[in-house]
């Protein structure tokens, strides 16, 4: 899961391009889990691959002011898949969380996040980032496949970093005009 915030490997999507249902899903400013659990028709769960704290200092540089204004030096890097219950992966996500504040905010073992933020009326508002085409981290080779970025501002004042790489067989990347990140 290495490509996740690899700027070197994405090119920015132009959504006007792209089919009603994708870009329903890269704009939302909503629960992802929710669209995504709609358009496969299943509940999905949450598969924590890696759960650790590291130092501010580890995050991507464009990440890092936005966890200084925190305050605080480590937080928690959460790695984690959305599976159907047939185990197939729908979506490769990290998430930053800062570490002052994720025992109330890390859901419990299979719940997805955003579920578990919902549930207990955590969120204020979400904050689009990027939307991009990265490579697909799993199934052995590379392949590209939509990915969504964005914050998620809390309650308690807590902001969350999420990256999520979609299941390219679920969304599909074909049709899209790509246009190169601003700064490359």
Known sequence: MA???????????????VPAVTRMLLASDGSTTVLLEALVRVSLAAVVDSQHTIRRSAVPVRLQSFFAAEGKTEIVER?????????EVVSSNLVLIPSWNSDKLLPPVGCPLGRHLARHALVRRRESLDQTIGSWPLDGEQQACLSKEYFIHCRSGALIYVSELFNPRIVPV???????????
């Open 174 to 184: 074909e049709l899209i005009e790509r246009r190169p990140r601003s700064g490359q």
């Open 3 to 17: 490509a996740l915030l690899n700027a070197d490997s994405v090119s920015v999507i132009d959504t006007a391009t």
């Open 79 to 87: 790695r984690s898949r959305l599976v159907t219950p047939q185990k």
